[in-house]
Every structure is written in structure tokens, then in C-alpha cells.
């Protein structure tokens, strides 16, 4: 069965630098959810998108934005870079019914 | 606000040894679902339950069970005759049901080391 795909898995930047992360859900998700995963933290819930609109937005800091497209694949762009923005990003995507959310394998974000 | 609180942040047993890992959750949705993750070195989240909130039913797979208790707000799981492979972090995790897009929140998550 189809699964989340993320891209790229593993990804280095030097501070400052800009990043793209890209989400592709499972055929007939319509939802996406970001979160990011600190070194020896829990995933935070950054930001999530319903029908392509945004529908809640957590911790995400300015720096960042989101969207999600008319393919319903989803994209989180990180501009200027900080060494704490190194971590474990996750994409997940649910259907229609709650409650049923599967997560990608993730991005591995390193700022250098 | 909702809330998942797993107290234990490391867990070291002694393979075959039963072990359980505790999570209490807060919500003031009555619909709600709870899930279990195991979360490997190789970093990613692997689902092991979801559980709606009017389901209290207990539930087993293999060596894992997982028991739901509405009236202390706990959703504990255990692994019985564990093994090195089950070291991992695991989440406690907890979502409204109220609509198609709602969130989920993490607990903090327990490390558990299963040594040989």
C-alpha cells in the first residue's frame, strides 16, 4: 500500500540558508500535518492543511511557511536557517474520517 | 487544552521481563482517539494502536496489550517477554475526534533499553 513520502530523507544546510521539505500523502488523504522533532524531544505539531487551506497552526516560527497544492502534496519552506532548526521533520496525512493518520518516514534536517 | 503525560522517561529491563510504560492523557472532548508509536534509532514512527475513546475494550497483539481506563485517564502498555528489538522510544498520543483535521499531541515519550 501506498504510504507518506517525504523528500528529501536527509538534508544539510549552512545557517541562513533556505530549506524545502516536501510531503506527498496517501492518495485520498486530504489532510497533511507537519511536526519537527528535536534531538531527544517529542514531535511538535507545526502546522496542518485541509482542502489546500490551512487549518491549525502550532509552533511554526515565522521564519517558516507551508502550503499545500492542487495535488494535494504539501511543502514547508525554512528560510534562514538557525542551528536549532536541526531535527527530525515529519509529514503525516489523514482521510476524511478522523483519527486515521499515517506519518512519513521523515526529513533529517541538518544546519551547519 | 489537551495534554499527554508519559512519567517515565527511561525504562532499562532485563530481556524476557514484562515491562509497562504508563500514559495519562487530559482532554475535555468526550470523542477521542489514543495511539501508541515505538519510535527505533532509525528515527521513524512506527503506529502500533489507535483506540476511540468509547472502545475501553482492553486489546492484545502478540506480546503487546494495551489497557484503556476512562475513569483514571490512562491508556498503559505492556510488553510481555521483551526483547532487545522493542528497545526504542515510545509516544503516547492522543487526537479530538471531532473533525477530519485535528492534530496530535505527543507525550513526552519513554526510552526503553532492553538489555540481553
Known amino acids: 500500500a501506498a504510504g507518506v513520502i517525504q523528500s528529501p530523507r536527509h538534508l544539510i544546510k549552512e545557517k541562513r540558508e533556505t530549506a524545502t521539505l516536501k510531503c506527498y500523502p496517501i492518495p485520498r488523504h486530504d489532510t497533511v500535518y507537519w511536526y519537527q522533532q528535536g534531538p531527544g524531544q517529542d514531535p511538535q505539531f507545526l502546522i496542518s492543511f485541509y482542502e489546500k487551506m490551512q487549518s491549525d497552526k502550532g509552533s511554526i516560527p515565522d521564519r517558516f511557511s507551508a502550503q499545500q497544492f492542487s495535488d494535494y502534496h504539501s511543502e514547508l519552506n525554512m528560510s534562514s536557517l538557525e542551528l536549532g532548526d536541526s531535527a527530525l521533520y515529519f509529514c503525516?496525512?489523514?482521510?476524511?474520517?478522523?483519527?486515521?493518520?499515517?506519518f512519513g518516514s521523515g526529513t533529517r534536517l541538518t544546519v551547519v | 487544552a489537551q495534554k499527554v503525560t508519559q512519567a517515565q522517561t527511561e525504562i532499562s529491563v532485563v530481556e524476557k521481563e514484562d515491562v509497562t510504560l504508563d500514559c495519562v492523557y487530559e482532554?475535555?472532548?468526550?470523542?477521542?482517539?489514543l495511539f501508541w508509536y515505538k519510535q527505533p534509532p532509525s528515527g521513524e514512527l512506527v503506529f502500533l494502536i489507535r483506540r476511540n475513546s468509547f472502545d475501553e475494550q482492553n486489546e492484545i497483539s502478540g506480546r503487546y496489550s494495551w489497557n484503556f481506563q476512562k475513569s483514571t485517564s490512562s491508556f498503559n502498555f505492556t510488553i510481555t517477554a521483551s526483547q532487545v528489538v522493542d528497545s526504542a522510544v515510545y509516544f503516547c498520543?492522543?487526537?479530538?475526534?471531532?473533525?477530519?483535521?485535528?492534530?496530535?499531541?505527543f507525550g513526552s515519550g519513554t526510552r526503553l533499553s532492553i538489555r540481553p
Open positions: 498520543a492522543l487526537s479530538e475526534a471531532r473533525s477530519s483535521a485535528s492534530k496530535i499531541i
Open positions: 482532554t475535555r472532548d468526550t470523542t477521542y482517539y
Open positions: 503525516a496525512s489523514s482521510p476524511r474520517e478522523a483519527g486515521g493518520y499515517t
